[in-house]
Protein backbone atom coordinates (compact mmCIF):
# COMPACT_ATOMS: atom_id res chain seq x y z
CA UNK A 1 0.00 0.00 0.00
CA UNK A 2 1.75 3.52 -0.70
CA UNK A 3 2.02 5.70 1.85
CA UNK A 4 1.08 9.45 1.89
CA UNK A 5 3.74 12.25 1.74
CA UNK A 6 2.35 13.09 5.65
CA UNK A 7 3.21 9.61 6.09
CA UNK A 8 6.37 9.68 4.81
CA UNK A 9 7.63 12.99 6.38
CA UNK A 10 6.26 11.35 9.81
CA UNK A 11 8.07 8.04 9.42
CA UNK A 12 11.19 10.37 9.20
CA UNK A 13 11.20 11.78 11.96
CA UNK A 14 9.44 9.64 14.10
CA UNK A 15 11.53 7.55 16.98
CA UNK A 16 10.03 5.38 19.44
CA UNK A 17 11.99 7.15 22.03
CA UNK A 18 10.06 9.93 21.08
CA UNK A 19 6.89 8.23 21.69
CA UNK A 20 8.02 7.54 25.10
CA UNK A 21 8.91 10.90 25.86
CA UNK A 22 5.10 11.96 24.82
CA UNK A 23 3.49 9.06 27.23
CA UNK A 24 5.36 9.80 29.86
CA UNK A 25 4.73 13.81 29.69
CA UNK A 26 1.26 12.40 29.64
CA UNK A 27 1.08 10.22 32.38
CA UNK A 28 3.24 13.24 34.58
CA UNK A 29 1.33 16.13 33.37
CA UNK A 30 4.67 17.75 33.89
CA UNK A 31 7.87 18.24 31.36
CA UNK A 32 9.86 19.15 33.72
CA UNK A 33 8.26 15.72 36.00
CA UNK A 34 8.84 13.56 32.79
CA UNK A 35 12.29 14.91 32.30
CA UNK A 36 12.80 13.59 36.11
CA UNK A 37 11.30 10.41 35.36
CA UNK A 38 12.89 10.01 32.10
CA UNK A 39 16.34 10.91 33.53
CA UNK A 40 16.89 14.11 31.09
CA UNK A 41 16.52 17.45 31.21
CA UNK A 42 13.39 19.40 30.96
CA UNK A 43 14.34 21.36 27.69
CA UNK A 44 15.33 18.21 25.86
CA UNK A 45 12.06 16.76 26.52
CA UNK A 46 10.74 20.10 25.41
CA UNK A 47 12.50 19.67 21.89
CA UNK A 48 11.31 16.38 21.79
CA UNK A 49 7.27 17.43 22.28
CA UNK A 50 8.13 20.28 19.76
CA UNK A 51 9.31 18.19 17.01
CA UNK A 52 6.49 15.44 17.36
CA UNK A 53 4.10 18.58 17.26
CA UNK A 54 5.69 19.92 14.05
CA UNK A 55 6.30 16.46 11.93
CA UNK A 56 2.21 16.25 13.09
CA UNK A 57 1.93 19.71 11.93
CA UNK A 58 -0.68 19.75 15.27
CA UNK A 59 -0.67 20.67 18.97
CA UNK A 60 -0.44 17.86 20.94
CA UNK A 61 -0.69 19.21 24.73
CA UNK A 62 -2.11 22.46 25.92
CA UNK A 63 0.05 24.84 28.41
CA UNK A 64 -1.03 25.76 31.61
CA UNK A 65 0.33 27.30 34.91
CA UNK A 66 -0.46 23.64 36.32
CA UNK A 67 0.98 21.77 33.83
CA UNK A 68 0.19 20.37 30.86
CA UNK A 69 -2.55 18.24 29.52
CA UNK A 70 -3.17 16.19 25.86
CA UNK A 71 -5.21 17.78 23.28
CA UNK A 72 -7.61 16.08 21.29
CA UNK A 73 -4.49 15.32 18.94
CA UNK A 74 -2.73 14.42 21.55
CA UNK A 75 -5.84 11.92 23.16
CA UNK A 76 -5.73 10.38 19.77
CA UNK A 77 -1.80 9.47 19.24
CA UNK A 78 -1.67 8.71 22.96
CA UNK A 79 -4.78 5.77 22.39
CA UNK A 80 -3.34 4.41 19.00
CA UNK A 81 0.82 5.01 20.30
CA UNK A 82 -0.08 2.64 23.47
CA UNK A 83 -1.53 0.00 21.11
CA UNK A 84 1.66 -0.15 18.84
CA UNK A 85 3.78 0.06 22.13
CA UNK A 86 2.09 -3.14 23.25
CA UNK A 87 2.22 -4.84 20.33
CA UNK A 88 5.96 -4.33 20.29
CA UNK A 89 6.21 -5.84 23.26
CA UNK A 90 4.31 -8.26 22.53
CA UNK A 91 6.58 -9.43 19.93
CA UNK A 92 9.46 -9.08 22.28
CA UNK A 93 8.09 -11.28 24.64
CA UNK A 94 7.05 -13.70 21.73
CA UNK A 95 10.45 -13.85 20.49
CA UNK A 96 11.67 -15.09 24.44
CA UNK A 97 9.34 -17.39 24.47
CA UNK A 98 10.38 -18.92 21.27
CA UNK A 99 13.71 -19.10 22.13
CA UNK A 100 13.24 -20.78 25.14
CA UNK A 101 9.44 -22.05 25.87
CA UNK A 102 9.79 -22.72 29.31
CA UNK A 103 10.04 -18.81 30.10
CA UNK A 104 7.53 -16.13 29.38
CA UNK A 105 4.98 -13.94 31.91
CA UNK A 106 1.35 -14.18 32.64
CA UNK A 107 -0.31 -10.69 33.83
CA UNK A 108 -4.02 -11.62 35.62
CA UNK A 109 -6.54 -9.98 36.99
CA UNK A 110 -9.34 -11.70 39.04
CA UNK A 111 -11.68 -11.69 41.74
CA UNK A 112 -10.60 -12.96 44.79
CA UNK A 113 -13.37 -15.72 45.27
CA UNK A 114 -12.18 -17.33 42.00
CA UNK A 115 -8.07 -17.12 42.60
CA UNK A 116 -8.60 -18.81 46.33
CA UNK A 117 -10.79 -20.98 44.33
CA UNK A 118 -10.48 -23.14 40.91
CA UNK A 119 -7.42 -21.05 39.98
CA UNK A 120 -5.40 -21.75 42.83
CA UNK A 121 -4.35 -25.52 42.41
CA UNK A 122 -4.48 -24.73 38.59
CA UNK A 123 -1.54 -22.04 39.53
CA UNK A 124 0.09 -24.50 41.13
CA UNK A 125 -0.04 -27.65 38.78
CA UNK A 126 1.02 -24.76 35.98
CA UNK A 127 3.78 -23.62 37.63
CA UNK A 128 5.17 -27.24 38.14
CA UNK A 129 4.69 -28.02 34.56
CA UNK A 130 6.40 -24.18 33.37
CA UNK A 131 8.87 -23.76 36.10
CA UNK A 132 9.95 -20.64 34.17
CA UNK A 133 6.59 -18.39 33.53
CA UNK A 134 6.17 -15.75 36.05
CA UNK A 135 2.53 -15.38 37.34
CA UNK A 136 1.09 -12.13 38.29
CA UNK A 137 -1.97 -12.25 39.42
CA UNK A 138 -4.00 -8.76 40.44
CA UNK A 139 -6.95 -8.39 42.33
CA UNK A 140 -10.55 -6.82 40.57
CA UNK A 141 -13.50 -5.97 41.40
CA UNK A 142 -16.99 -6.37 39.87
CA UNK A 143 -19.43 -6.35 38.91
CA UNK A 144 -18.78 -4.53 35.51
CA UNK A 145 -16.80 -5.26 32.74
CA UNK A 146 -14.93 -1.67 33.17
CA UNK A 147 -11.80 -3.42 33.91
CA UNK A 148 -8.99 -0.62 33.23
CA UNK A 149 -6.25 -2.47 34.15
CA UNK A 150 -7.55 -4.87 31.15
CA UNK A 151 -7.81 -1.34 29.02
CA UNK A 152 -4.63 0.49 29.98
CA UNK A 153 -2.85 -3.00 28.77
CA UNK A 154 -1.04 -3.54 32.28
CA UNK A 155 -3.43 -7.07 32.47
CA UNK A 156 -3.27 -9.64 29.71
CA UNK A 157 -6.15 -11.58 30.74
CA UNK A 158 -9.27 -11.55 33.32
CA UNK A 159 -10.86 -14.10 34.85
CA UNK A 160 -14.24 -12.73 36.64
CA UNK A 161 -18.27 -13.58 37.01
CA UNK A 162 -19.84 -11.20 34.64
CA UNK A 163 -22.89 -9.75 36.72
CA UNK A 164 -24.84 -9.13 33.16
CA UNK A 165 -24.47 -10.23 29.65
CA UNK A 166 -21.44 -8.60 27.48
CA UNK A 167 -24.26 -6.96 25.32
CA UNK A 168 -25.65 -5.65 27.96
CA UNK A 169 -22.88 -3.84 30.17
CA UNK A 170 -21.83 -0.49 29.07
CA UNK A 171 -18.57 -1.25 28.94
CA UNK A 172 -18.26 -4.27 26.94
CA UNK A 173 -17.81 -2.69 23.89
CA UNK A 174 -13.75 -4.21 22.69
CA UNK A 175 -13.49 -6.96 24.78
CA UNK A 176 -13.49 -10.72 23.63
CA UNK A 177 -15.60 -12.82 26.77
CA UNK A 178 -14.98 -16.79 26.64
CA UNK A 179 -17.71 -18.48 29.34
CA UNK A 180 -15.31 -20.88 31.21
CA UNK A 181 -18.51 -22.13 33.28
CA UNK A 182 -21.96 -21.31 34.46
CA UNK A 183 -22.48 -20.91 38.05
CA UNK A 184 -24.97 -20.30 40.46
CA UNK A 185 -25.77 -18.30 43.95
CA UNK A 186 -26.69 -20.61 47.28
CA UNK A 187 -27.26 -20.09 50.74
CA UNK A 188 -24.74 -21.31 53.47
CA UNK A 189 -24.02 -21.63 56.74
CA UNK A 190 -21.35 -23.42 59.44
CA UNK A 191 -21.48 -26.96 59.51
CA UNK A 192 -22.22 -26.55 63.04
CA UNK A 193 -24.28 -23.95 63.22
CA UNK A 194 -27.78 -23.83 64.21
CA UNK A 195 -29.23 -23.74 60.65
CA UNK A 196 -27.64 -26.19 59.11
CA UNK A 197 -28.81 -28.87 61.55
CA UNK A 198 -32.30 -28.19 59.47
CA UNK A 199 -33.63 -30.20 56.80
CA UNK A 200 -36.33 -27.77 55.21
CA UNK A 201 -36.18 -23.78 55.66
CA UNK A 202 -37.40 -21.18 53.77
CA UNK A 203 -36.31 -17.58 53.62
CA UNK A 204 -38.82 -16.60 55.99
CA UNK A 205 -37.45 -18.66 58.72
CA UNK A 206 -34.21 -16.33 58.15
CA UNK A 207 -36.04 -13.02 58.62
CA UNK A 208 -34.06 -12.31 61.81
CA UNK A 209 -31.12 -13.98 60.69
CA UNK A 210 -27.49 -12.37 61.14
CA UNK A 211 -25.86 -12.29 57.73
CA UNK A 212 -22.60 -11.51 56.05
CA UNK A 213 -22.67 -10.56 52.60
CA UNK A 214 -20.75 -8.65 49.33
CA UNK A 215 -21.50 -5.03 48.86
CA UNK A 216 -24.32 -4.06 47.01
CA UNK A 217 -24.51 -4.66 43.15
CA UNK A 218 -22.64 -7.72 43.50
CA UNK A 219 -24.23 -10.74 42.24
CA UNK A 220 -25.27 -13.15 44.93
CA UNK A 221 -26.11 -9.69 46.99
CA UNK A 222 -28.24 -9.48 44.48
CA UNK A 223 -29.85 -12.38 43.57
CA UNK A 224 -30.66 -12.96 47.68
CA UNK A 225 -32.13 -9.55 47.66
CA UNK A 226 -34.49 -10.62 44.30
CA UNK A 227 -35.18 -13.88 46.28
CA UNK A 228 -36.44 -12.16 49.21
CA UNK A 229 -38.57 -9.64 47.45
CA UNK A 230 -40.15 -12.56 45.13
CA UNK A 231 -41.18 -14.06 48.40
CA UNK A 232 -42.60 -10.36 49.42
CA UNK A 233 -39.79 -10.01 52.14
CA UNK A 234 -37.76 -7.04 53.11
CA UNK A 235 -34.00 -7.67 51.75
CA UNK A 236 -31.80 -8.77 54.50
CA UNK A 237 -29.59 -6.50 56.28
CA UNK A 238 -26.20 -7.26 56.25
CA UNK A 239 -24.33 -7.08 59.67
CA UNK A 240 -20.89 -7.64 58.07
CA UNK A 241 -20.56 -6.62 54.27
CA UNK A 242 -16.61 -7.22 52.88
CA UNK A 243 -15.38 -8.57 49.57
CA UNK A 244 -12.89 -10.57 51.61
CA UNK A 245 -13.81 -14.89 51.32
CA UNK A 246 -11.47 -15.20 54.67
CA UNK A 247 -13.36 -12.60 56.53
CA UNK A 248 -17.01 -14.25 55.52
CA UNK A 249 -15.88 -18.27 55.74
CA UNK A 250 -14.47 -17.19 59.33
CA UNK A 251 -17.45 -15.78 60.15
CA UNK A 252 -20.08 -18.43 59.14
CA UNK A 253 -17.69 -21.29 60.86
CA UNK A 254 -17.08 -19.82 63.85
CA UNK A 255 -20.71 -18.27 64.36
CA UNK A 256 -23.78 -17.75 63.43
CA UNK A 257 -24.14 -16.10 60.74
CA UNK A 258 -25.48 -16.75 56.50
CA UNK A 259 -24.28 -15.66 53.52
CA UNK A 260 -25.00 -16.00 49.30
CA UNK A 261 -22.28 -17.52 47.93
CA UNK A 262 -21.19 -18.83 44.30
CA UNK A 263 -21.76 -22.53 44.52
CA UNK A 264 -18.08 -22.94 42.96
CA UNK A 265 -16.88 -21.09 45.82
CA UNK A 266 -18.14 -23.24 48.76
CA UNK A 267 -17.33 -26.46 46.60
CA UNK A 268 -13.54 -25.26 45.63
CA UNK A 269 -11.96 -22.57 48.36
CA UNK A 270 -10.45 -24.14 50.73
CA UNK A 271 -11.56 -21.49 52.99
CA UNK A 272 -15.21 -22.88 52.94
CA UNK A 273 -14.28 -26.67 53.81
CA UNK A 274 -16.15 -25.67 57.06
CA UNK A 275 -19.20 -24.53 55.86
CA UNK A 276 -22.15 -26.20 54.50
CA UNK A 277 -25.10 -25.64 51.64
CA UNK A 278 -28.46 -24.90 53.21
CA UNK A 279 -31.71 -26.32 51.85
CA UNK A 280 -32.65 -23.21 50.19
CA UNK A 281 -33.07 -22.15 46.65
CA UNK A 282 -31.92 -18.60 44.95
CA UNK A 283 -34.20 -18.34 42.16
CA UNK A 284 -33.04 -16.57 39.11
CA UNK A 285 -30.31 -16.90 36.53
CA UNK A 286 -26.56 -18.60 36.62
CA UNK A 287 -24.25 -16.57 36.01
CA UNK A 288 -20.76 -17.11 34.31
CA UNK A 289 -17.50 -17.15 34.93
CA UNK A 290 -15.57 -15.82 32.38
CA UNK A 291 -12.01 -15.51 30.07
CA UNK A 292 -11.80 -11.32 29.36
CA UNK A 293 -9.04 -10.03 27.27
CA UNK A 294 -9.14 -6.89 24.68
CA UNK A 295 -10.59 -7.65 21.37
CA UNK A 296 -7.91 -7.31 18.84
CA UNK A 297 -4.77 -7.54 21.09
CA UNK A 298 -2.04 -10.57 20.31
CA UNK A 299 -2.01 -12.44 22.99
CA UNK A 300 1.66 -13.33 23.89
CA UNK A 301 2.24 -17.04 23.70
CA UNK A 302 3.30 -18.31 27.36
CA UNK A 303 -0.78 -16.44 27.96
CA UNK A 304 -1.91 -18.67 25.40
CA UNK A 305 -0.56 -21.46 27.14
CA UNK A 306 -1.90 -21.02 30.29
CA UNK A 307 -5.44 -20.53 29.14
CA UNK A 308 -5.12 -23.56 27.03
CA UNK A 309 -4.37 -25.14 30.24
CA UNK A 310 -7.02 -23.23 32.54
CA UNK A 311 -9.63 -24.43 29.93
CA UNK A 312 -8.79 -28.16 30.33
CA UNK A 313 -8.32 -27.84 33.98
CA UNK A 314 -11.79 -26.03 34.46
CA UNK A 315 -13.40 -29.36 32.41
CA UNK A 316 -11.86 -31.80 34.24
CA UNK A 317 -13.09 -30.28 37.59
CA UNK A 318 -16.54 -30.88 35.67
CA UNK A 319 -17.61 -27.21 36.45
Known amino acids: MARTASE ?8 FRDLQVFFSVVQCGSMAKAAHELGVTQPAVSEVVAGLEHAFGVRLFDRGPLGVEPTVYGRALLKRGVAAFDELRQGIRDIEFLVDPTKGEVRLGCVDSLAGG ?10 RRY ?22 RKLDVVVSRLSKPQADDPFGDGLDVEILFEDEAIVAAGA ?26 TLTRTLLDRAHRSANLPPPAMRVTTYSVQLRAHLLATGD ?23 LGLPGPRFPVAIVTLKGRTVPSAVGLFLDMLRKHVRELGL
Open 8 to 15: NRISRRLR
Open 131 to 152: PGVVITVEPIQMPTLALPELHA
Open 257 to 279: FLAAMPKSMLKLNDECRKLKRLP
Open 192 to 217: NSRWARRRKITLADLRDASWVGTPQD
Open 118 to 127: FLAPFVEKFC
